[in-house]
């Protein structure tokens, strides 16, 4: 005789079937969309390149705004922790025969 299925093998069965399905739809869906998005975006990217080529061509080209107030004190802020954090070595220090740097005579 063949195995008979209770009931709750056969929910379990249509859950996971079901689960299954809902996966490879929402799959499908995602590749779509991601699909769509890229398209949308070389689109944009083109769009733009085109405007800013055809200003540069007329000379009508302004460039880029120059950052303001909050934007220069974000760069300093950040250009004064980088210096102190990771100071510029200017010294040149040479390596011994392994590769490894030798000590600074002091």
Do not use: C, H
């Not at 007329?58 to 909050?70: A, Y």
């Not at 004064?80 to 040479?94: G, H, I, Q, W, Y």
């Amino acid at each position: 005789m063949g195995v008979v299925w209770g009931t709750e093998y056969l929910e379990t069965a249509l859950i996971v079937g079901l689960i299954v399905v809902l996966t490879v739809w929402m799959r499908q869906q995602a590749r779509l969309a991601l699909s769509e998005l890229d398209s949308r975006i070389a689109q944009a990217i083109q769009a733009n390149l085109q405007e800013v080529f055809s200003q540069l061509q007329e000379g009508t080209f302004e460039g880029v705004e120059p950052p303001n107030v909050l934007q220069q004190a974000i760069q300093e802020i950040a250009v004064n922790a980088l210096r102190t954090n990771f100071p510029v070595v200017t010294e040149a220090r040479s390596r011994g025969a392994q590769g490894q740097f030798i000590e600074k005579p002091q």
